[in-house]
């Protein structure tokens, strides 16, 4: 299976109806349901063996990673969550286990506002102990500080927050903090023009981006900050990381460096450029993709 092919076939002939205001393809769905803000809508899945280490990773944690990463999702929007639906199958008897899982689930939720609304439960066929994990979240955001993946200008600057790279093999997958409030704080100062967290690696992520919006992106590849113990082609490829990747027009860029106060990192990593549409490219107008690991695929 190529994920992203897959999904290439399957996205085009879904019909939408009036109320999606934007449909599959970017981090979140939004529909207008006539209330006034957007309803944000993302689902997540969490697996063992992909997405964590079963037999290594406290069940607690592994919950909220699952809760972590869908909120991932609505901060790339500009969002703010507010509910969330479990849909969670497994094989294993081990109720312990269980419940120390919707444990970490709910501390996580609580810690960041959300109410976990409903589920479903259900066993996995008999095998190797594994479980998957399916979480739907639900926030707001206001129709005009929506930001999208599409919304990219020539000229903009690129940022990204945090550090990148080696975050699955080191463990920093199951301990980030999703940028929620870098998020709101890029929608509300109208600063992003367009936006994505970083999932499945820098360089894909970019590329996702750039195709969106019909442009391309330039990475100044030595401004990309890397954390200690990874290299240069981990941090464009591994994924894992759930940092914010965004552009800003190029005369708000001082300006979000001065009304920038989180202790969150920012760092500018490069522009947008009308040419090669859809790609990502260094400075010197290598395709990136061809150098580098582009990134995780299913």
């Given amino acids: 299976m190529n994920e992203i092919k897959l999904l290439e076939k399957i996205l085009p002939v879904l019909k939408q109806d009036k109320n999606v205001v934007l449909g599959p393809g970017d981090d979140c769905s939004?529909?207008?349901?006539?209330?006034?803000?957007?309803?944000?809508?993302?689902?997540?899945?969490?697996?063992?063996?992909?997405?964590?280490?079963?037999?290594?990773?406290?069940?607690?944690i592994a919950g909220a990673k699952l809760l972590?990463?869908?909120?991932?999702?609505?901060?790339?929007?500009?969002?703010?969550?507010?509910w969330a639906l479990l849909a969670l199958a497994t094989n294993t008897d081990d109720e312990e286990y269980l419940l120390n899982f919707y444990d970490g689930l709910r501390v996580s939720a609580e810690k960041f506002g959300v109410s976990l609304c409903?589920?479903?439960?259900?066993?996995?066929?008999?095998?190797?102990t594994s479980e998957v994990a399916s979480l739907t979240i639900l926030g707001t955001v206001e129709r005009d500080l929506?930001?999208?993946?599409?919304?990219?200008?020539?000229g903009d600057i690129v940022f990204?927050?945090?550090?990148?790279?080696?975050?699955?093999?080191?463990?920093?997958?199951?301990?980030?903090?999703?940028?929620?409030a870098e998020g709101r704080f890029?929608?509300?100062?109208?600063?992003?023009?367009?936006?994505?967290?970083?999932?499945?690696?820098?360089?894909?992520?970019?590329?996702?981006?750039?195709?969106?919006?019909?442009?391309?992106?330039?990475?100044?590849?030595?401004?990309?900050?890397?954390?200690?113990?990874?290299?240069?082609?981990?941090?464009?490829?591994?994924?894992?990381?759930y940092e914010l990747l965004f552009c800003v027009p190029a005369d708000k860029a001082e300006m979000l460096g001065k009304e920038w106060s989180f202790e969150t990192a920012l760092t500018s990593i490069g522009v947008i450029r009308a040419n090669p549409p859809?790609?990502?490219?260094?400075?010197?107008?290598?395709?990136?993709?061809?150098?580098?690991?582009?990134?995780?695929?299913?």
Avoid: W
């Fill in 186 to 241: 890029l929608a509300e100062g109208a600063y992003a023009n367009a936006m994505i967290d970083i999932s499945d690696g820098l360089l894909l992520d970019a590329q996702r981006m750039a195709k969106a919006s019909e442009l391309a992106v330039m990475l100044e590849l030595e401004t990309i900050p890397v954390n200690a113990d990874a290299s240069l082609e981990q941090a464009l490829g591994d994924g894992e990381d």
């Fill in 30 to 60: 939004a529909l207008d349901l006539g209330t006034g803000d957007l309803l944000l809508l993302a689902v997540d899945q969490l697996i063992s063996g992909v997405h964590y280490e079963r037999l290594t990773t406290e069940p607690r």
């Fill in 278 to 298: 859809g790609e990502v490219v260094s400075f010197d107008g290598d395709d990136l993709s061809k150098r580098f690991k582009k990134g995780y695929e299913h």
């Fill in 68 to 82: 972590k990463r869908n909120l991932s999702d609505i901060a790339a929007m500009g969002g703010k969550a507010s």
């Fill in 160 to 180: 990204v927050t945090g550090a990148l790279g080696n975050s699955y093999e080191s463990g920093r997958h199951l301990t980030f903090e999703p940028r929620l």
């Fill in 118 to 128: 409903g589920g479903d439960f259900a066993s996995l066929a008999q095998g190797e």
């Fill in 146 to 154: 929506m930001c999208c993946r599409s919304g990219a200008q020539a």
